[in-house]
């Protein structure tokens, strides 16, 4: 285990890719210094001995963990080991495949393009990607050939649909339906990660001719709608998709270690995902993708819902840049109004009497959440990444928590949950 970052107060000037980018304050480890935020020091103990505790019963072989108040990381250790079979230990700055995690960004960058006027958020993809007039809805599946028919929408695929998951685009090896896994694979479309030669509008085209799981807007189906979301992003803003990220959120927010693919002398912060195998931390391997693609292979697919590779730290920035409507540092990316937008309930009562709702990037924590307990206040916004890693923010407290794992399989992991109660029990004032 790492001990917490000793920075003394004042905001770390070291130089990034725009004026006005910094790297995020991080303040003393004195109980004085962490409770001038509202946070108890002895509460917040818990939590390493929470994790401590995980590492040791086999629930997790380590990872990398933040607490920030009030635009200050007051916690950010890294625990046990990032590969246990060689016995190296996690670092606080280790890079992580955040998969899912990519989503939000991907919505900021198509909400900081609404901004400029291209487009509406009801306006339908096929108008900047044609080849969604002609998608419909599953009607019928030939098991013995995975072949299908399908009937025509009644509404169509709208920038907000793919925002909010009401498209009904499915998710390939992810999907809830097999039926609608087997229509992926048949037409080979890539669900997120790849070494192969493939670029997103290859991939797109593929999305558009598999079918719906529902008329769009009328139910929620987690799917590849960031992925078109991508694609868009490069239509309208005449960029391939990595760039835009990096000259309009990364390089401005100093988000220098979140990248599509990792540049040469960042690689080897790149921690390898493990799993338990006969009762022990192994490296994962998978024949359903090359597991290294960050530092392998073409390096030419742009997943928008789950491509990007990050730090806690970066995470953290990109989270704070929310909490404060829209900028960071004295960069703004999106009007507090824009926000606002994004933060709303999208999805009306689809997720009806559940403890979230859905905006235009994250689950939301409405008032039944707030009484369920442990998830935070209303407005707290949240999500993951299929590689074992999450985060939440809660505006109202100013609170944000990042735990960065990288994991496949059944381990009884519950880290996840008790890391986010424990971090809100700490609030002391």
């Not at 380590?62 to 890294?78: E, Q, S, T």
């Not at 909400?111 to 007039?133: A, Q």
């Not at 985060?391 to 009884?412: C, H, R």
Request: proline share 4%.
């Amino acid at each position: 285990m790492k001990s917490l970052t000793f920075i003394l107060a004042g905001v770390l000037l070291l130089s990034s890719c725009r004026e006005g980018a910094k790297t995020p304050e991080v303040v003393a480890s004195a109980s004085i210094e962490v409770e001038n935020e509202g946070l108890a020091a002895d509460r917040l103990a818990r939590i390493d001995r929470m994790l401590e505790g995980a590492i040791k019963d086999g629930e997790i072989p380590g990872g990398v963990a933040l607490i920030a108040r009030n635009g200050k990381v007051v916690y950010l250790k890294a625990f046990g080991e990032s590969n246990a079979e060689t016995g190296e230990a996690f670092e606080e700055d280790d890079i992580f495949r955040i998969a899912s995690q990519t989503k939000a960004v991907t919505s900021t960058a198509v909400m900081m393009l609404w901004e400029e006027g291209h487009f509406r958020l009801d306006d339908p993809i096929s108008k900047y990607i044609p080849e969604f007039k002609s998608t419909g809805v599953l009607d019928t599946f030939n098991e013995r050939d995975s072949s299908f028919t399908t009937k025509p929408a009644t509404s169509p695929i709208t920038i907000r649909r793919l925002l909010n998951h009401t498209s009904g685009i499915g998710y390939g090896m992810i999907d809830g339906d097999p039926r609608m896994r087997k229509i992926f694979a048949k037409a080979g479309v890539v669900d997120a990660f790849t070494a192969e030669a493939v670029t997103l509008e290859e991939n797109i085209s593929k999305i558009a001719g598999t079918p719906l799981h529902h008329e769009p807007g009328k139910g929620w189906t987690y799917s590849e709608g960031l992925d078109v979301l991508g694609r868009f992003v490069e239509i309208v803003s005449g960029m391939p998709f990595d760039q835009f990220l990096k000259t309009r959120i990364f390089d401005p927010l100093g988000m220098e270690d979140t990248w599509f693919y990792l540049p040469e002398e960042k690689a080897a912060r790149l921690v390898p995902v493990q799993h338990k195998e006969n009762g022990q931390w192994k490296r994962f391997q998978t024949d359903v993708f090359d597991i290294d693609y960050p530092i392998k292979g073409a390096k030419s697919f742009f997943s928008g819902g789950a491509g990007l590779s990050s730090t806690a730290k970066d995470y953290f920035i990109f989270l704070q840049m929310m909490l404060n409507k829209g900028e960071y540092n004295g960069t703004r990316l999106l009007s507090r109004t824009t926000v606002e937008t994004m933060m709303a309930n999208q999805i009306g009562e689809l997720w009806k009497g559940g403890s979230k709702d859905f905006n235009l990037a994250f689950a939301v924590v409405n008032p039944s959440g707030v009484a369920f307990g442990g998830e935070g206040g209303p407005g707290t916004f949240d999500w993951g990444g299929y590689f074992n890693t999450q985060y939440f923010a809660d505006p109202g407290e100013q609170l944000v928590g990042i735990l960065m794992k990288q994991t496949q399989g059944s381990s009884g992991d519950q880290t996840g949950w008790k890391f986010r109660q424990m971090v809100f029990a700490s609030i002391a004032d």
